[in-house]
Each structure stands twice: as C-alpha cells, then as structure tokens.
C-alpha cells in the first residue's frame, strides 16, 4: 500500500507563487511510476494538471497550467513537487495528487480511474 499526503497549499494574491508537495510513503512506494497532480473546484469535476513519470519523463500539463506550472518529484525522498507562478483566481481548487505503479500514456493520465492512489488533498487559494 502506499499513502499520499499534499502540504504547501494556502491563501495567495493574484500573481504569486505557491509550491506544493505530496510525500508517499508505504512498503510498495518504490514501485509507484505515473504520479499526478488534480484540482477540484467545489461542485465541478476534478480535472488533471500535471503527469510524470519516476525517471523524470512524460512530463504533461493541462493547457490551463502549461508555462505557469512545474511538476518535478525527487525519488530519493519520494516526494513530488508542483511550483506554481503567476497564479490567478482561476487556479483556486483543491489540489490532490495522485499515484499509480503503471506507466500513463499522453491519452490516459487525466483520467482519475487510472490511478490507485490519492492524497487527501491541499487547498489553493487565489484572491484578485
């Protein structure tokens, strides 16, 4: 099994810079690949930001996100990292991140259903 836990979110202005992290730990986290951050606004779907893979690959972002956002993760501390910039009111959500021992494809790695993990989330807050 393996346990997610997200920190960094909290309450920014329009324009600032959040990092977020999400810690795994477990005795099969070694074997997690695909890991992902989402978001969710109360009342809406939660939707994809941003994919990688352990090796550092397969690096996707939502096109909301894309140029804004970095994903990163350091194996080592089996931690990922989402750096955030010139935030907006539009990013305000909830942010989980999520894991999986598979390997996602460009196709796939939005879809929640393939992933077998999930923080229980940090929110994000953006005030105009």
């Known amino acids: 099994q393996v346990q997610l836990v997200e920190s960094g979110g909290g309450s920014v202005q329009a324009g600032g810079s959040l990092r977020l992290s999400c810690a795994a730990s477990?005795?099969?986290?070694?074997?997690?690949?695909?890991m992902a951050w989402f978001r969710q606004v109360l009342g809406k779907e939660r939707v994809g930001v941003a994919h990688?893979?352990?090796?550092?690959?397969?690096?996707w972002y939502s096109e909301s996100v894309k140029g804004r956002f970095t994903i990163s993760r350091d194996n080592a501390k089996n931690t990922m990292f989402l750096q955030m910039t010139s935030l907006t009111p539009d990013d305000t959500a909830m942010y989980y991140c999520?894991?999986?021992?598979?390997?996602?494809?460009?196709?796939?790695?939005?879809?929640?259903?393939?992933?077998?993990?999930w923080g229980q989330g940090t929110q994000v807050t953006v005030s105009p």
């Open positions: 477990g005795s099969t986290v070694r074997r997690i690949d695909s």
């Open positions: 990688i893979i352990r090796d550092g690959g397969r690096i």
């Open positions: 999520a894991a999986t021992r598979s390997t996602l494809a460009n196709w796939g790695w939005t879809r929640g259903d393939k992933y077998d993990y």
